[in-house]
């Protein structure tokens, strides 16, 4: 396993990333957890937990953790809920929808299995309050749904030091989502109305930083309206290839092959090792199912 620290904001928020080091998996993926002012975002995954309680257990009392809060259901971002309960007495705070899944077994493909491990410990989350402060009452975070992702999916800014954590809310760059048949019905015009939504709660934050979980920290509202015309072009160039497509005679698969082709030229090798679970061709069916107004 792979953990790294980075420090962000003169050391005010520690970002505490982890990968599986599985030798089958062609790059690191990561998942973060952030530690700020004894509030903690996020727990990892089912394979880190080893390493968080390693983590937890570094830190001194100044630091220590003084509750989590989860921002969705997905495996890398819950695996040590329970462990944070039982063996730290760490409150462990969640939206109602995050909770009523919390509390469920998780059964997902073996190829997440792989990177993210596989002993999911469901537990019972505390309901969230908007908004949450940390330890020292020094910052307090706005909850904001942000669904799209996942629908039970929150973000938390802190409006004075404009700090946005995003998780996954927002995707660097959209090539691929997770289809409906998947359990990660991810939903490209829910996450566009996310992103928009972010942009709107942000405004007027001219230094704004954006924290996501394993991908980088970006900076700017900018990045959010980056994202928001990525997906209002993706949106038209698909509805366009749709009616050449349409005019061609083409249908279903053959239609849908056509855009494919036309926006990607193939599918990921994602979309391939997932077995069409996060896919292009899933990002394409998405973006048709979104009308154009
Ligand atoms: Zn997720």
Redesign the pocket.
């Known amino acids: 396993m792979v953990v790294q620290k980075v420090y962000h904001c003169n050391n005010e928020i520690l970002e505490w990333k982890w990968s599986s080091d599985n030798e089958l998996m062609p790059q690191h993926m990561w998942t973060s957890t952030f530690l700020i002012d004894g509030l903690l975002i996020d727990a990892g995954a089912p394979g880190g937990v080893d390493d968080l309680r390693d983590f937890i257990n570094s830190l001194n009392s100044k630091n220590m953790v003084e509750k989590c809060v989860i921002t969705?259901n997905?495996e890398d971002?819950c695996g040590g809920g329970r462990m944070l309960q039982k063996e730290f007495k760490i409150p462990v705070f969640a939206n109602k929808l995050a909770i009523s899944l919390l509390r469920e077994k998780k059964n997902y493909p073996d190829y997440r299995q792989m990177v993210w491990g596989v002993d999911y410990r469901p537990f019972e989350a505390e309901v969230l309050k908007d908004p949450i402060k940390s330890k020292s009452s020094k910052y307090i975070f706005d909850i904001v749904d942000t669904p799209g992702?996942?629908p039970e999916l929150i973000s938390l800014v802190e409006r004075k030091q404009q700090w946005a954590f995003i998780t996954?809310a927002v995707m660097p760059k959209y090539k691929m989502i997770f289809g409906k048949h998947t359990d990660i019905p991810e939903d490209i015009s829910l996450i566009f109305q996310s992103i928009k939504k972010l942009y709107d709660f942000t405004k007027g934050m001219d230094n704004l930083l954006l924290f996501t979980s394993g991908k980088g920290v970006f900076k700017g509202r900018s990045f959010l309206k980056d994202r928001m015309d990525e997906i209002n072009s993706l949106h038209l160039n698909a509805h366009r290839f749709q009616n050449e497509a349409n005019q061609k005679g083409l249908l279903n698969k053959q239609l849908l092959r056509y855009v494919l082709k036309k926006m990607f030229e193939r599918e990921n090798f994602v979309g391939i090792l997932t077995r069409g679970g996060l896919s292009n061709k899933n990002l394409i069916v998405s973006l048709l199912e979104w009308p154009m107004e």
């Open positions: 969705h997905h971002h992702h996942a996954d």
